[in-house]
């Protein structure tokens, strides 16, 4: 089956910087992708990965290794906002967008 | 700004009640949207892909006679929950991407990523 891992909860302070992991196991890949959701709201997209590598885009960067079903996001001088559940997505052979559960992220001061 | 605009944003409504969900892409036009609920602390479950001008491709365990789904024009879809009763409540969310086109045929760009709306929380009494 098609599987996509990632903590449930982490937690960090204002100002550190946070890397939340993701693993995968799909029938093929197409690309991964990086949402963030606030509570009560729709996911908005912040990163999308299809080649091995870091991609840099202001305070979050999205890291992918195919070789090892693997990506992470990570997010520097953490503000207080940044409180959300950040999902990871991978799109498979079929292009269907396959989520994870996503992982809660709370920031203390 | 937004790309997807979805309304109503909140319905309360009597158990029996059927509901009707817009999703309209703003400033696109979209061939394929999709439809997710999540219920509260979890992720989000796909339940159909609406195609414009053909028939919803619906997930398994979803009631396509419950759930009904019309994409009648490249730029709206539209999700009716009939005779919603308590369990139905939960959050849906429509999605749609960019396309491509070329040659003045319009397709869905399947690397681009999927564009929320903002959700409709739908509660039934």
């Known amino acids: 089956g098609q599987n996509i891992d990632q903590p449930t909860e982490m937690t960090a302070t204002e100002g550190a910087i946070v890397q939340i992991n993701c693993t995968y196991q799909?029938?093929?890949?197409?690309?991964l992708f990086w949402y963030q959701q606030h509570a009560g709201e729709a996911p908005t997209f912040l990163s999308y990965?299809?080649l091995d590598g870091l991609e840099e885009k202001g305070r979050f960067s999205s890291f992918l290794s195919r070789s090892k079903g693997y990506s992470y996001l990570l997010l520097k001088e953490l503000q207080m906002k940044d409180s959300a559940s950040y999902l990871c997505?991978?799109?498979?052979?079929?292009?269907?967008?396959?989520w994870g559960a996503g992982t809660k992220l709370i920031i203390k001061p | 700004g937004a790309v997807v605009s979805q309304h109503p944003s909140w319905v309360i409504c009597k158990s029996g009640t059927s509901v009707k969900i817009e999703c309209r892409s703003l400033?696109?036009?979209?061939?394929?949207m999709f439809w997710y609920r999540q219920f509260p602390k979890q992720s989000l479950m796909l339940m159909a892909t609406?195609?414009?001008?053909?028939?919803?491709?619906?997930e398994q365990g979803v009631e396509k006679d419950k759930f009904l789904i019309n994409h009648a024009s490249l730029t709206l879809s539209t999700l009716t929950v009939t005779s919603a009763h308590p369990e139905d409540s939960s959050f849906y969310i429509c999605?749609?991407?960019?396309?491509?086109?070329?040659?003045?045929?319009?397709?869905?760009?399947?690397?681009?990523?999927?564009?929320f709306g903002d959700g409709t929380r739908l509660s039934i009494l």
């Open positions: 990965n299809v």
């Open positions: 400033d696109f036009q979209a061939t394929t």
């Open positions: 999605s749609a991407r960019w396309p491509w086109e070329t040659g003045g045929i319009l397709g869905e760009d399947v690397n681009q990523p999927q564009h």
């Open positions: 997505a991978v799109l498979d052979s079929n292009y269907q967008l396959i």
């Open positions: 799909t029938s093929g890949f197409n690309g």
């Open positions: 609406s195609n414009e001008g053909s028939k919803a491709t619906y």
